[in-house]
Every structure is written in C-alpha cells, then in structure tokens.
C-alpha cells in the first residue's frame, strides 16, 4: 500500500508552441482589464510588443534584476498602483515570476513589505491573480507557491498559497533565444527541482511520478538543446520537463541541494542553476537508495553514479564552475556553517551534519 498523502493544485496550465499569444483571449475570458507585466530587462521589448497589441496592457515594469532585490519590487508596486492591475502577468524567469507573486499577493496590504519577508505578518488570500509565463526552461515558478527573494545581503524562500499563480503559459518557442550556457544552467535547475522533489522527506506517488518523467526527459534533451538552441523539439521537452520537476517540489519541496546553493549565490556570485548544479552530483551520491536506483534506470541510466557522471561531464561541457578554485572557494568550514543553516537542509532524506559538508566541499577541490 502507498503511503498516506495529500496533493493540491489550482493553476490553469496552457502548454504549447506559440500559445503566449492566445494570452488575450485568456485577459477577455476571465474579465480581466488592466494588467501590468513585470520581466526580466532582456524581455522588456517583447512586453512592449505585448503591450501594444494588447490595450488591457497598461504599464510594464522590467527592473528586475537576476535575484530580486525585495527594493525593486516595492518599486513594481508602486507602478502597479498607478494603474489599479487587477491581473500581473510575469514575464521572464523565477526572478520575474517571483517578484511578480509578492506585487499580486500585497495588492491590498497597507503593511511594510518587509514584515511579510521576514513572515512577521501572514498573507492575505485578498490578492489579484498571477499569469505567469516561463522564458526559461528551469524555474518551476509558474507552478509553485514559492518565491525565492532577496534583501540586501539575505536570500529567503517563502511558500504561501498567496503566490500561487492563477495561470500559466508555458511556450517553448520563448527558450529559443536562451543562451548555450543559460540553457545549460537552467536545465541543471530543473534537474535539482527533480531530483530533490522525488528524495525529499516530503515525497510522494504523485510527485514521484513527475519527477522520473521530468528527469528522464532532461536527462534526453538538454545536450540537445545546448547544443541546437533552435532545435524545437529538444525545447518543447526541456519546457516540459521544467513544467513538471515544479509540479512536483511545489508539493514535496526542495532540500540540500538548494539549501547549498543560497550561500553559493550570496557569498560567491553564483548564478541560482549554477549554484545548485555545484553540488547536485554530490548529493546524489549521498542519498543514492533503492529509489534512486529506480529513478537512474527509468531515465536510461544502470545506477545514480553514472547518471552523477554524466551530470559531471554536461558542467564540464558548459564549462560551469565545478571546484572551489572556480567557485573562489577558500573558507570550507564557513561556507559548511551557513549551508547547515539553511531551512530546506532539512528535507534531505539523510540527515546531514556538518562533518558531511566539509567532506562534500572538499571533495570539490
């Protein structure tokens, strides 16, 4: 008999080749009428296209910066006000996806943004809708009810149904102009998202089954794509897969693998997917069990360590920062000490302690 669990989920998912451009008919079948785009810079021309195609468009906002700062989103806000949105469509990858949750979920709230950050103050379920749509092949966001901030020199992963979208659309032709290397980075991200929702503590059938389908086609098409980032086909999949690597951590959430890279991307720069790829080969190691075993085979591989290995290569390929020269790595302990201090350590299947973290980091020599 399975073991006892819940799943719950309300975000309407349109997926398809060129279905970002049915996002009118979405604004006139559910009544919307004034909407702000929030997005990442590289996409603002494109929102502006949007936007004169679209007159229920009335402002875009495209300040955000790789980690959103929680400063750039009370400025989104604040334009958001100026125009009274009742819908945000977000626009770009987690960051702009992210951000675009807190403008929705704090429409109505007259309380400083920062008691909701440090979650002295509960959100409320008042809140206006989210269409968010995913230009990168690795956030998961579009799908989940967490948002990843950052405030000065803190990063915060907050889950709260409030950010949950109201819709997604999830058009691979977006990916298209994904550089090699963020493509790369991104897939190693959806790949963590994956991984860690089949082995966290968390885990379940449902998620189960999301994250072996999520990881087998990754695992198929993300050299592809890396390669041939015009190759559709290696795109749809990749888009796919992302779509569903966060159908399952939404549910059974992140662990190690991201708890690790918070400190990677605050102390040292890393970009988020890098940071969490930094580590990810390790931990399948440490968690490799019989369920792992299975999920290696289903994605065409004889055993989690040669699916480590070509983890490893795929870094080297897109030359990815792999050690802790590259990473500028030299206080091991330290680095140790603030990933154990991660919340998400907790989800990890096997208890890590801080002895097994200094290990790991000094086998990334």
Not at 19 to 48: M, Q, T, W, Y
Not at 102 to 111: E, G, I, N, T, W
Not at 181 to 190: P, Q, S, V, Y
Request: a neutral charge; charged letters at 25%.
């Amino acid at each position: 008999m399975k073991k006892e669990f819940s799943f719950y989920h309300q975000v309407r998912i349109y997926f398809g080749r060129g279905e970002v451009d049915n996002l009118s008919r979405l604004l006139n079948e559910f009544g919307f009428k004034r909407a702000i785009v929030i997005c990442d810079p590289f996409f603002k021309d494109k929102a502006l296209q949007m936007a004169k195609k679209e007159k229920k468009i009335k402002a875009v906002f495209s300040d955000i910066k790789p980690d959103p700062q929680l400063a750039d989103i009370t400025t989104a806000m604040q334009v958001e006000q100026t125009i009274n949105a009742d819908v945000v469509i977000a626009l770009g990858g987690g960051s702009a996806i992210d951000s675009a949750k807190f403008v929705a979920a704090l429409k109505y709230s007259s309380f400083d943004i920062q008691e909701y950050y440090y979650q002295k103050r509960s959100f409320s379920y008042t809140k206006i809708p989210v269409i968010a749509i995913p230009t990168t092949a690795g956030t998961g966001s579009e799908v989940t009810q967490v948002a990843v901030i950052n405030h000065n020199d803190e990063k915060r992963t907050i889950s709260d149904k409030a950010f949950l979208p109201f819709a997604c659309i999830v058009d691979s032709s977006l990916t298209l102009t994904v550089p090699p290397k963020m493509t790369m980075i991104c897939g190693l991200d959806a790949l963590s998202h994956a991984l860690e929702g089949y082995w966290s503590v968390h885990n379940q059938p449902i998620c189960d089954l999301y994250s072996k389908e999520s990881v087998k086609l990754i695992m198929e098409n993300l050299e592809t794509a890396f390669d041939n980032g015009k190759d559709i086909e290696a795109r749809d999949n990749m888009s796919y897969a992302s779509l569903l690597a966060g159908l399952s951590f939404a549910q059974t959430k992140t662990a190690a693998v991201h708890a690790c890279s918070y400190p990677l991307s605050i102390d040292y720069g890393m970009p988020h997917g890098e940071a969490c790829a930094f580590t990810l080969d390790k931990f399948i190691e440490i968690n490799a069990d019989e369920r792992l075993e299975e999920l290696s085979r289903y994605a065409g591989f004889s055993n989690p360590l040669e699916m480590t290995d070509e983890i490893k290569r795929l870094k080297k390929k897109a030359e990815l920062k792999t050690t802790l020269k590259d990473a500028g790595v030299e206080d091991i302990e330290g680095l140790a000490k603030k990933c154990l201090n991660q919340p998400l350590i907790k989800n990890n299947p096997k208890k890590i302690t801080l002895d097994i973290l200094i290990k790991l980091f000094e086998g990334l020599r």
